[in-house]
């Protein structure tokens, strides 16, 4: 019978992983986090959260692998389970918090927004960002991966534990969405359809 692919690292030698192979990929975590998540207390929750499973099932990493590719996918899995939960559970509203504002001096002004303000000032946005974060969480994912982190196929498709061809295909059409959400900004800044 083999033996589970786990290893048994001394203490000294899970610090070392830690600090020499995952730690380095804090900022490239943050910035995957940041994406999915579109928010930066969120992206820096899981963030913490991935590096503590990292750390916690270190046994389970094999030295010399690509660390950047199993935080990735510990991350993503992460995401997608705080996602599911976060989705099951109703809306929740703090009627303290409701009720100190509505006794404040700040209730006579006006609530209702001013959508032109909104809508100027997400036009005045980075438009490829807005693009890419105007992606369904799939599509977005697999460009980040490929090519804003510069992932292969094959490690793109364990991090997401899908076939390399869905990877193909996904990327494939994330890229034609992207293409079609910027096309009429290039028009803007004088590129030519091609």
Known sequence: MEEASSQSYSSKE???IF???????????YNFGFRLTLDRDDAKDLVQDTYLKAYRFIESFQKGTNAKAWLFRILKNSFINDYRKKSKEPA???????ETYYNSEDVDRQITPDLRVEALQ????????????GLDVDFRTVIILCDLEGFKYE?????LDIPI??????????RQLLKEKLSEYAKQMGYKNT
């Open 122 to 133: 997400d036009m005045i946005g980075d438009e490829i960002s807005n693009a890419l974060n």
């Open 19 to 29: 600090n020499n192979e995952f730690l380095p990929h804090i900022n490239s975590m």
């Open 155 to 159: 490690e793109m498709a364990k991090i």
């Open 92 to 98: 929740k509203v703090d009627y303290q918090e409701v």
């Open 14 to 16: 899970r610090n070392d």
């Open 165 to 174: 061809g869905t990877v193909r295909s996904r990327l494939h059409r994330a």
